[in-house]
């Protein structure tokens, strides 16, 4: 049996508690996560994938319910725990890359060991392998404005995977990406899904790109509205269920 590496225990989220009009986003949501699950969340517009993402990585803080990672209780950690807990742990993609425009793409690369004190020697060391593994060596000295976007998006997974992280969550991460960047990103996840044991969250609006996942979430009005296992399947055949998935929820959208 695998490690359980996330626990999100009846986790509500509601925006504006105490004003006139509160957004309930998120009702009463429970997951658990192994090691090495790739999982991918769809679901319409408004109906609550970025704000699950974020409750379950230690990003927001749920109205109600629990979140534990690696058995840790996120609520009960002081803030400098989070901050460490996050650079050892997990690594964020998301659709903007935010890249620091006056740092060079080595230097993007390096923040997160920047922030978590590493020496020197070892950030060079780490900075150059991510680098080779993602086709940056030649672009580092280089600043983002010089770069195309699906090197800056690169470097803002490079960034995101220096620091080793167990587990990987990413929002739209091939948002701003065309058809080739997005394949080769996701054959990357793949790879350090399948190599690495590296477990992945990933909220995409394409079923051609969660097909690479293990198991679709279909996410509705803050719920888990389907659940779909990839198991035996082809790849092929799981994109197939996963379109006939959404397919069917969004025609539960037409009132005819
Ligand atoms: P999705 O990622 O599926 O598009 P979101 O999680 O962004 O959905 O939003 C879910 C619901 O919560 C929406 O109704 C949205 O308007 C609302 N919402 C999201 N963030 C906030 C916020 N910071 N304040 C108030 N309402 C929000």
Redesign the pocket.
Known sequence: MSKEILNADHVT?I??VGTKNP?T??NDVSLKMYEGDFICVM??????????I?NLSTIDVPTKGHVYINGKEVRKMGENEVGKFRYENLGFIFQEFNLLDSLTMSENIAVPLTLASKSIDEIKQRVQNIAEKLELVHLLDKYPGECSGGQRQRAAIARALVTNPKLIVA?EPTGNLDSKNSHDLLSLFKNLNEKDGVSILM?THDSMIASYSQKLLY?KD?QIEETVERGELSQTDYFHQIVDVNASESQKLFVD
């Open positions: 989220k925006y504006g957004v986003a998120l679901g319409p517009s408004g109906s609550g994938k970025s704000t699950f974020n929002d909220v996410i803050g």
